[in-house]
């Protein structure tokens, strides 16, 4: 069965620099949310989107932006990147929010040096 | 601020014994779902389980909720070395809101 696909898998940026990560979701999933995991931390929502409207907002900073496109994927910008971005993006998605599972991606692994 | 938290933060087992991992929540919720992520990996759905649903089982997996406690456990029976990861509950912290809150999470370790 087709799973949630992330690219990139690694990704390694200067500080100051942007990044853009993608999320494709699973087919017929409308959607999407982001996730940033520390070292050692727990995951921290950022962001989701449903039929590619923002729904929800967590601990986003204001470097980040994402959004959702007419088919379904999503892609989330980081601008100015800090060292302390460094972190795991986890992308999942699901069909209509309640009751249904979520779905997570492998995952982005970005690294700022 | 920590929707969830779990207890224990690790857990140390040999196999083939059981492993018991409790969240607790704070606000009412919809669902409450169970992760597994393996060091640095992707989150591996387990199970969900609903407000109205009090248990569900799924293989070597177990998991209760009591909304009255504002609590789940999820249960592992006849653990593998292959079942060492963390795991996460996950519960939508405000019904009708479009984000899954995660707990701190237990470190199991089974020793072969």
């Known amino acids: 069965a087709a799973g949630v696909i992330q690219s990139p898998r690694h990704l390694i940026k200067e500080k100051r620099e942007t990044a853009t990560l993608k999320c494709y979701p699973i087919?017929?999933?409308?959607?999407v949310y982001w996730y940033q995991q520390g070292p050692g931390q727990d995951p921290q929502f950022l962001i989701s989107?449903?039929?590619?409207?923002?729904?929800d907002k967590g601990s986003i900073p204001d470097r980040f932006s994402a959004q959702q496109f007419s088919d379904y994927h999503s892609e989330l910008n980081m601008s100015s990147l800090e060292l302390g971005d460094s972190a795991l993006y986890f992308c999942?998605?699901?069909?209509?929010?309640?009751?249904?599972?979520?779905?997570f991606g492998q995952g982005t692994r970005l690294t700022v040096v | 601020s920590q929707q969830g938290e779990e207890d224990p933060q690790a857990l140390s087992i040999q196999e083939g014994e059981n492993a018991t991992m409790n969240c607790s929540y704070k606000?009412?919720?919809?669902?409450l779902q169970w992760y597994r992520q393996n060091s640095g990996r992707g989150l591996v759905h387990l199970i969900l389980?609903?407000?109205?649903?009090r248990e569900k089982h799924s293989g070597r997996l177990r998991v209760t909720l009591d909304t009255s406690k504002k609590s789940s456990s999820l249960l592992i029976t006849a653990s593998r070395a292959a079942d060492t990861a963390s795991y996460f509950c996950?519960?939508?912290?405000?019904?009708?809101?479009?984000?899954?809150?995660f707990g701190t999470g237990t470190r199991l370790k089974v020793l072969a």
């Open positions: 999942a998605s699901s069909l209509e929010q309640e009751n249904t599972e979520a779905f």
């Open positions: 087919p017929r999933h409308d959607t």
């Open positions: 989107f449903y039929e590619k409207m923002q729904s």
């Open positions: 606000t009412s919720i919809n669902n």
């Open positions: 389980i609903r407000s109205n649903e």
């Open positions: 996950a519960t939508d912290a405000t019904p009708g809101t479009y984000k899954y809150i």
